[in-house]
């Protein structure tokens, strides 16, 4: 089992839909990292949260310590957010980052 | 807030030849810079910690003798791929920090051997 999982793999959603991207992980962590990607591969970098919530724009991110859960929500989804979106973690004991395997989103116009 | 800048975005280049990547943090010092590379339809993965002033660690797999990293400053870390070859061609990116305050992205570098 992956200690960072995200759901779903894949999403495709209409333009202006509200969207969820969820991410677990099983590992002491000291921070979460939001990242997104582009197809050329470009990564940016959204959040970095270690409690609450952050809000960036159309862009909420949300984490749950206690049961070891991340949300990266979309509010009025425009086909320019098509991408892959990263879930990875900062672990406690080495400060090593554990990726998830990306949710690659797809908004039609 | 922490930048790091990482160059080139992309690179093409001969098989055979080596190719110099550079991670740098714009307006922080980094103890500790990683280095990753995701491969097609995979996850980022580990390639090595480098920490300023010594040697880098390498995850199991990765040929150090291939994969040079140098870390000779705190704004400064460089990956160099040597006699690339077109399985090297790969997505590397870098992340940067110093702990406790947490790591910034660079952006990534797509190399493309030929």
């Known amino acids: 089992k992956n200690e960072v999982e995200q759901s779903p793999q894949n999403l495709t959603a209409q333009e202006g839909e509200f969207i969820t991207i969820n991410c677990s992980y099983s590992?002491?962590?000291?921070?979460l990292h939001w990242l997104q990607q582009h197809p050329g591969g470009g990564i940016v970098s959204l959040f970095m949260?270690?409690?609450g919530k952050k809000k960036h724009g159309r862009l909420i991110a949300t984490i749950n310590i206690q049961e070891k859960h991340s949300s990266l929500h979309i509010t009025a989804s425009h086909p320019r957010d098509s991408a892959v979106y990263i879930c990875?973690?900062?672990?406690?004991?080495?400060?090593?980052?554990?990726f998830g395997k990306g949710t690659r989103l797809h908004i039609l116009p | 807030g922490a930048v790091v800048s990482q160059h080139p975005s992309w690179v093409i280049c001969k098989s055979g030849t080596s190719v110099k990547i550079e991670c740098r943090s714009l307006?922080?010092?980094?103890?500790?810079m990683f280095w990753y590379r995701q491969f097609p339809k995979q996850s980022l993965m580990l390639m090595a910690t480098?920490?300023?002033?010594?040697?880098?660690?390498?995850e199991q797999g990765v040929e150090k003798d291939k994969f040079l990293i140098n870390h000779a400053s705190l704004t400064l870390s460089t990956l160099t791929v040597t006699s690339a070859h077109p399985e090297d061609s790969s997505f590397y990116i870098c992340?940067?920090?110093?702990?406790?305050?947490?790591?910034?992205f660079g952006s990534g570098t797509r190399l493309t051997v030929v």
């Open positions: 992340s940067a920090g110093t702990g406790g305050n947490g790591y910034t």
């Open positions: 590992v002491g962590i000291s921070a």
């Open positions: 949260l270690s409690s």
């Open positions: 990875a973690v900062s672990v406690n004991r080495d400060d090593k980052i554990i």
């Open positions: 307006d922080f010092q980094a103890t500790t």
């Open positions: 480098s920490n300023e002033g010594s040697k880098a660690t390498y």
